[in-house]
């Protein structure tokens, strides 16, 4: 069972471990289940949190996540795992009523339970550990990771040892610089007034301006609000859009939405599109400079910052079935418009957006008692990293500078999960991909491939083929 050790323990300061994983998110979890029957891999795994926990601010009732069940933590690399997300619901007596739904997609809450229900069963993870350093000594790299208790206060430190260190501490949430600023800002003007009268709409205790990460515990003071504006263009807005717009027309509390994308546009489900999460392009992709990686990367949003075509239909129908009979639906969705700057009004307890349309070029503001951002999330290199030095490769920009093998030193040991996305495109983020990303980095670790990685799975050729013999 996955441990958190009592506040007095350390680490075994002998023992060499052959994998040392800093954070347990479903790739690096993936990666602890793969290691788990291999009897040549000794791991250990930490993460700061208290357990497992999956995107909690956005497990709204219904969702589902948006690639099929075999994009599991295992399948992919070992369909005969006993971690499949088939054999949970066998063990949950679940297989049945998952088969009869006649649907790949499972609940997003469900594959949360899928993923606790894997930690649970694995004694090589450690929680409630935030590494702080990663160290050389000697041949093998030290691991210093802080205890915390409860509350997260730090209780102890611990030292832990290995050949190969692999970082899957995932990505974080990004706001633009405006509302970033507009947050900081409604959050002083909170803190300035000790005593909030709910009563007032211009004297809220907490402006909300949030990402949309933190969505699910801000859902009633946002539907309190009187307006809410929505500003990003991909699943989590429109699932957000959708939660609050019924209740919120009910209240009579106005929801907008804003993009700058042209349209709302549907994530790319076409099978020969797909393909692009392969191997193959990625091999591609890694070949281009950096510059070319870095537009086309924009580019290809819609292969997975989409929006599901079944939830823009959804939507559509919802915004007809609430305009029945001439009726005014408190909404409007604005595409192709930018949040160019913001700024809070402290005397009516407004934030005040300065949007600005994409082809018209012109501008207006756009007043609300509430921002939900769902403006992505972003990898970056941990601090955790400093006392490597130059060890760790960089590219002109100081992002990770990840080698096709995954790794960002040259002596091979340290590896990376979902932090790629400029280097690898389109498959770094995508849960089908994990699977093999963890089995190209098994294959490092113990020099043999234990799980079989199948490095050509499309039809089509990327690039051009060899000249004919």
Not at 88 to 109: A, M
Not at 451 to 469: C, N, W
Request: hydrophobic share 35%; with cysteine; aromatic share 8%.
């Amino acid at each position: 069972m996955s441990t958190t050790a009592p506040a007095t323990s350390h680490a075994d300061d002998a023992r060499i471990h052959d994998l040392v994983g800093i954070g347990i998110g479903p790739f690096g979890l993936g990666l602890a289940a793969l290691s788990e029957p291999l009897e040549d891999v000794d791991g250990i795994f930490l993460d700061q949190a208290p357990g497992f926990s999956w995107h909690p601010g956005m497990m709204l009732d219904g969702a589902t996540i948006q690639v099929p069940f075999l994009a599991d933590l295992v399948t992919m690399a070992d369909p005969t795992s006993r971690f499949s997300f088939l054999q949970f619901l066998k063990s949950t007596g679940r297989l049945y009523p998952f088969y009869i739904r006649e649907s790949f997609y499972p609940l997003r809450s469900e594959y949360d339970r899928y993923c606790r229900w894997v930690a649970e069963q694995l004694d090589t993870l450690c929680w409630s550990r935030r590494v702080r350093a990663v160290e050389e000594e000697g041949e093998h790299l030290l691991v210093v990771a802080d205890v915390l208790d409860a509350e997260g206060a730090v209780v102890g430190t611990e030292e832990h040892r290995g050949r190969h260190v692999v970082l899957g501490v995932g990505t974080r949430p990004v706001l633009p610089p405006a509302l970033a600023e507009l947050a900081e800002a409604a959050n002083t003007s909170a803190a300035d007034r000790p005593t909030g009268d709910p009563s007032d709409p211009s004297d809220l205790a907490s402006p909300p301006v949030i990402h949309s990460s933190r969505y699910l515990p801000a859902r009633e003071q946002l539907l309190d609000a009187g307006s809410v504006t929505i500003v990003g263009s991909g699943q989590s807005a429109a699932e957000i859009y959708r939660d609050l717009l019924e209740d919120a027309a009910a209240r009579g509390t106005r929801v907008d939405w804003v993009t700058r994308s042209p349209r709302f546009f549907p994530m790319e489900y076409t099978k020969l599109t797909l393909e692009m999460t392969s191997p193959e392009y990625t091999d591609l992709f890694r070949s281009l400079s950096e510059d070319r990686r870095e537009s086309l990367g924009r580019e290809q949003r819609t292969l997975y910052k989409g929006i599901s075509g079944d939830l823009i239909d959804d939507i559509h129908e919802l915004l007809y079935r609430l305009s029945q009979g001439g009726a005014e639906v408190p909404t409007t969705l604005l595409t192709d418009t930018a949040v160019t700057a913001a700024r809070h009004d402290a005397e009516t307890g407004e934030h005040v957006l300065t949007l600005e349309h994409g082809e018209l070029g012109t501008r207006r503001e756009h007043r609300t008692r509430a921002v939900v951002a769902a403006t992505g999330y972003r990898s970056s290199a941990p601090a955790l990293l400093a006392p490597l030095g130059e060890r760790v490769r960089r590219d002109s920009r100081g992002r990770l500078d990840v080698s096709r093998d995954y790794t960002i030193d040259d002596q091979q040991r340290i590896h990376v999960l979902n932090a790629e996305e400029h280097t690898h495109g389109v498959t770094a983020p995508d849960l089908g991909f994990g699977a093999w990303r963890a089995s190209v980095v098994l294959d490092a670790i113990t020099g043999r491939e234990p799980y079989p990685i199948e490095r050509r799975i499309a039809f089509q050729t990327f690039g051009l083929p060899a000249d004919d013999a």
